[in-house]
């Protein structure tokens, strides 16, 4: 496949979120010469995913659309490479090249760049529970994206279950598309929310969008459970049953306070994982957030550890589009040399303080490892059960999420732990009272690659 390369951008954005338009746009303004790359079709990333064929966004799904025009109209100076996916970043010489991937037969182009905005956003965090493989067990995200990029309703009857507002997001959609959503189970009381009432105040204009997502859930008379978590999924070919239970202060399931639901879609949401690859292959150092996920560690300029690579949006902690947002502005005026303006800084800190506030308010259910029976699949592409992860560390000697995939490949399969990394991360640290360690390890390659791809390399 012919690899091209072009003269040095001055920047190069990777995705095009929130965050990575919000770059673009700040550094096209500023009078780079700017390159976005980005592996979906249409800008927009996951917040403004939009349906290939639609005219417009859906009002409904989609928030702060003026925001999206804005950003759109002030990036239209880069050159684009929609549908195109980086697997590795590379520095020969005195800049980088970013080596991409498009369509399936993986057509290969190389950019080179002198400076990177890395803004690849984030995916579903899962933590595995009985059943959670079954065909009609979903990730709150993967639902959400069939709605906004398909028009695609997942399931007719629908249970949604997790923790975060952003479960409120997906409910409210799926009602409106016309499914039946039989409940929301929310893990946390919400009372959390209480203990930061400045973050609140300093973000009231993301109110009324939760009021009508309130709005929208009462109308369709759907009921908002609180301190309720997903036991288990059952169901022979896909899932037919839910079983929900009330938490105790504990984390752990009150007596008697379990029941079964008939459902054919159960939607599960418990946060977002930064998406690492890139900025790891680079060598960025990174720091654990929060919500306890591993980000990439940034200065107040969005610049990473690396010289010359700049990171924004949820790779450096999941916030929400606002943040991300005000991080790429940051980013992009960086980049370029120019000055970061002083609203995108106060944005960020906004933004910021409500991410933190959100992860206080919506931890993982404290008991949650308890419920993961020896039977349940911890890792589904190399279909390994907690219990023999739990051999591993007790029979094997495992001390981490790392040697336990040597000894029973554990995140080896081909999502290379994206689905299972956390899990077994936290499982593997409870059963040997150590610190999690890292999910993901630093890797050259980003992507699922065929080998012809690979065998070309990245000269
Ligand atoms: C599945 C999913 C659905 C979500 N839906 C919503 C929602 O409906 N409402 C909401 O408020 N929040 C939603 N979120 C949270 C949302 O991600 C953030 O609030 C916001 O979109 C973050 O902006 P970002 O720019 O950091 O990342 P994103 O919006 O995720 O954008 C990242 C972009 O980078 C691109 N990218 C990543 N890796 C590569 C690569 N190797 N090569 C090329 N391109 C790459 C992706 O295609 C994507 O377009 C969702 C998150 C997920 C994971």
């Known amino acids: 496949m012919a690899t091209s ?59 702060q659309l003026a925001s999206y025009r804005r950003l759109l109209v002030a990036a ?8 195109r996916t980086v697997w590795t970043i590379t520095r020969p010489r005195r800049h980088f090249e970013v080596h991409t991937v498009s369509g399936p037969d993986e057509a290969r182009l190389t950019l080179a760049a002198h400076r990177l905005v890395l803004a690849p956003g984030a995916y579903d965090r899962q933590l595995p529970f009985p059943g959670w493989d079954l065909p009609g067990v979903m990730t709150a995200g993967g639902v959400q994206a069939l709605l906004k990029q398909h028009g695609v309703v997942a399931g007719r009857r629908v249970l949604v279950a997790g923790t975060g507002p952003f479960l409120l997001t997906v409910a409210a959609g799926l009602a409106e598309a016309g499914a039946r959503v039989v409940g929301v189970h929310e893990a946390n009381a919400g009372t959390g929310w209480l203990r930061s009432p400045r973050a609140v105040l300093r973000n009231a204009a993301k109110l009324p969008e939760a009021l009508g997502y309130a709005a929208t859930l009462a109308r ?47 939607a599960v949401g418990w946060g977002f994982s930064p998406q690492l690859e890139l ?32 990171v924004a949006g949820e ?28 609203k ?25 490892t308890g419920r993961v029976t020896d039977d349940t699949l911890v890792c589904r592409c190399e279909e390994v059960t907690a219990g023999e992860l739990r051999g591993a560390v ?8 790392r040697s336990a995939k040597l000894l ?13 990394g956390f899990a077994t991360s936290c499982l593997v640290a409870e059963w040997t009272g150590r610190r999690p360690s890292p999910p993901l390890p630093e890797r050259p390659i980003a992507v699922p690659l065929t080998l012809g791809v690979l065998a070309e390399g990245a000269d």
């Open 220 to 266: 369709h008379r759907v009921p908002l459970h609180r301190r309720s978590v997903v036991v288990a999924a059952h169901g022979e070919d896909a899932v037919s049953w839910a079983t929900v239970g009330r938490l105790d202060r504990d984390g752990r399931i009150r007596a008697r306070s379990e029941r079964t639901l008939p459902v054919d879609l159960l």
């Open 408 to 420: 029973v490949r554990t995140g080896m399969g081909w999502c290379q732990g994206r689905v299972c």
């Open 279 to 310: 900025a790891l292959g680079l060598g960025c150092a990174t720091r654990v957030d929060v919500d306890g996920s591993m980000v990439v560690a940034v200065d107040d300029d969005q610049r990473s550890s690396v010289a010359g690579v700049w």
């Open 5 to 63: 390369r072009s003269e040095p951008y001055d920047v190069l954005v990777v995705g095009a979120g929130p965050a990575g338009l919000a770059a673009a746009a700040a550094a096209v303004t500023s009078g780079a010469r700017v390159a976005v790359v980005d592996a979906g079709e249409r800008p927009g990333g996951q917040f403004w995913r939009q349906r290939r064929t639609a005219v417009a966004p859906d009002q409904h799904l989609h928030h």
């Open 315 to 342: 790779a450096c902690g999941v916030g929400g589009a606002a943040l991300a947002a005000a991080e790429g502005e940051i980013a992009g005026a960086d980049a370029t040399g120019g000055p970061v303006p002083a």
């Open 76 to 83: 239209a100076g880069a050159d684009w490479y929609s549908g």
């Open 394 to 401: 007790d029979d094997l000697g495992a001390d981490s999420a």
């Open 344 to 368: 995108a800084r106060r944005r960020r800190a906004s933004a910021g303080v409500f991410a933190v506030a959100m992860h206080r308010a919506h931890p993982l259910p404290e008991d949650w």
